[in-house]
């Protein structure tokens, strides 16, 4: 298992360029299925959960190539059956249900186990297909999915103690873009990931109104044709890199992010200028500019769905404050479990108490390195900023964890100037 070498003291400048969003790609790609018409999606990260659902759709029987950024796929021929060895892998392969339903009326897709940050419930994607007709059963660890009576469009309200599901939204617009009728979503998800996904189903032909807001209307249609597509900006990867910068940046000339997309990044600049940092951006607003403060103060975060405080932006927040002078809380209400990075950040000399969903954060003047354990993805990517501030040689183990969604993320931070050695074992 590859694992990072982080050697702290840098000071990060010049410019990087965001990949396509991970988590808009993979609904996209899964979306391909629903026409037997080729479709050429731009900008997908070659990172492994792109890869794993690449395979899956392989697996189902459509042609896929692949040439740097550039995905076509033709889903001519398709199986209702996606491949369990992979499909354990990735949880998000669970958003192949909702277009093998549509397209098959049928699909078997197995349970995706729990991970890191929790348990990762899907009694909602459930709830929303068989709203429109699906029968699900399960047999040995398989979602058994068909549809006996035909599908019908109909209302549903897709939200869950911890609010709307951002792939249970993703789902059942899949499978309603070609269910007969008029499907409505309440409590619908409004990530910018599930506008990506909604602006690639429409370019297919799809008739869908209210994307990005809590209520979205679809109507079916018979068929949908290929269509070409560039995946938006990943506003994750951006907002890691933006809190690289504000930990590590030079204070004169600062981080310059490009292809980022000004509105999809605003809990994460409020929350930058909040502690004192400066953020820049173009009149496009697809580039911008952070500088690290030179006061810096602690701030508190509450996680919460889009338009709100991205849960997968709290980890690397948390770094920001393990060195921020004074008293910084952060909850993360979608992911009350979501603090690995935090044991592990307190080897490396953070104050940090976890309790009950909430870190409570005491600003320390240094961090010092440690050998530490990557853990889910954005915890991982956390462990790396931290290092980036710490000094002496931080080594992250386990690095498979950051790959899965970070698309050279060494390099890029090598380009701007830190000093990080990727050993291959
Ligand atoms: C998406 O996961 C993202 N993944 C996650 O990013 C992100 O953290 C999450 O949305 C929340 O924003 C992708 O898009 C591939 P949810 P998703 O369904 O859709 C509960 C990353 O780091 N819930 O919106 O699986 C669930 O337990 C990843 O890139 C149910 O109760 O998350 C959670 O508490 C990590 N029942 C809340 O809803 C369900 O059927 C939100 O989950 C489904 C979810």
Known sequence: MD??????????????????SKNA???????????????????????SDTNYMIQILAALGAEVERSSGTVRITAGTISHNAPYEIVRKMRASICVMGPLLARLHKASV??????????RPVDLHLKGLEAIGAVINMEGGNMMIDAPDGLHGKEVDLRGKHGPTVL?????????????????????????????????????????????????????????????HTVTPDRIEAGTFMVAAAMTGCP?????????????LVPTT??????????QFNEAGNSCTVKPGDSPQGANIITAPFPGFPTDMQAQFTALFAITPGISVVEDTIFPQRFMHCAEMTRMGAHIKVDNGTAVIQGSDSMSAAPVMASDLRASAALVLAALCAE??????????????????????????????????
């Open 3 to 20: 694992k990072l070498l982080v050697r702290g003291g840098s000071t990060l400048k010049g410019s990087v360029h965001i990949s396509g």
């Open 25 to 47: 790609s993979l609904p996209i790609l899964a979306a391909t299925l629903l026409t037997e018409e080729p479709c050429i999606i731009r900008r997908v990260p070659d990172v």
């Open 110 to 119: 197995s349970l995706p186990g729990g991970c890191i940050i929790g348990d």
């Open 168 to 228: 249970g939204t993703d789902n059942l617009m899949m499978a309603a873009v070609l269910t007969e009728g008029t499907t409505i979503i309440e409590s619908a998800a409004c990530e910018p990931e599930v506008v990506d996904l909604a602006n690639f189903l429409i370019k297919m032909g799809a008739q869908i109104e209210g994307a990005g807001t809590r209520r979205i209307k679809i109507q079916g249609v018979k068929k949908l044709h290929g269509t070409e």
């Open 252 to 264: 004169e000339h600062g981080v310059t992010l490009h292809r980022v997309c000004q509105k999809d």
């Open 270 to 279: 409020e929350k930058l200028t909040e502690s004192g940092h400066h953020v």
């Open 392 to 425: 002496g040689t931080t080594e992250i183990n386990r690095l498979y964890h950051i790959d899965r969604g970070y698309e050279n993320i060494d390099d890029k931070l090598v380009m701007l100037g830190a000093d990080i050695e990727r050993v291959r074992e």
